[in-house]
């Protein structure tokens, strides 16, 4: 596949997953991000980048589901245990189907995605603002180091973006402020 245009895809799933944060419901959030991990995830599997692959289709199925909470109770910790199965599967069948060379340092780089999926699974479940933003800076750390090894320009941009927002956010409203005397 001509890489060119995997790197045209992940550009656009980045603005999908950028722009998601300035819809004003949460189910406009979680369609634009399910729009987003779908064309990321099409990125990752034309650049051969199989983990990232499977766990933006994983993110995709997750924002689907999410989308009907209510209905499906989605926050449940089986929901938790489901997912994670799948974030682990997705590591072992990167190494187990698709071929990926398993070295110390590889495996070690195929599970920083693994532990950002986990996190902002954790994130997601949060009613606490200050919680998801912390959560979600450990994720996407996990992410841009990934993203930045497999050289997936939209995705590194993505969360780039990611990082400056949550550090913003934490100095607007996370900062204890000291009183003057």
Not at 6 to 20: G, K, N, R, Y
Not at 27 to 34: A, P, R
Not at 66 to 94: C, P, Q, R
Request: overall charge positive.
């Amino acid at each position: 596949m001509n890489p060119v245009f995997a790197q045209t895809v992940s550009i656009v799933a980045m603005a999908f997953l950028v722009l998601s944060f300035q819809m004003k419901t949460p189910k406009g959030i979680l369609l634009m991000q399910s729009v987003g991990a779908f064309l990321i995830s099409v990125s990752f599997f034309f650049l051969e980048k199989y983990v990232g692959a499977m766990l933006n289709v994983l993110a995709f199925v997750r924002a689907i589901l999410l989308f009907n909470k209510e209905k499906l109770h989605t926050d449940s910790n089986l929901w938790l245990m489901i997912f994670g199965v799948g974030y682990i599967a997705a590591y072992i069948l990167t190494f187990a189907v698709f071929g990926e060379i398993f070295s110390l340092g590889n495996a070690v780089l195929q599970c920083l995605p693994v532990l950002g999926m986990f996190c902002s699974h954790l994130a997601l479940r949060s009613a606490d603002a200050k919680q998801i933003r912390r959560i979600s800076l450990a994720s996407s750390v996990c992410w841009l180091i990934y993203n930045g090894v497999a050289l997936v320009v939209g995705a590194i941009l993505c969360e780039a973006f990611n990082l400056v927002s949550i550090f913003v956010a934490m100095m607007r409203f996370d900062r204890k402020t000291k009183e003057r005397v």
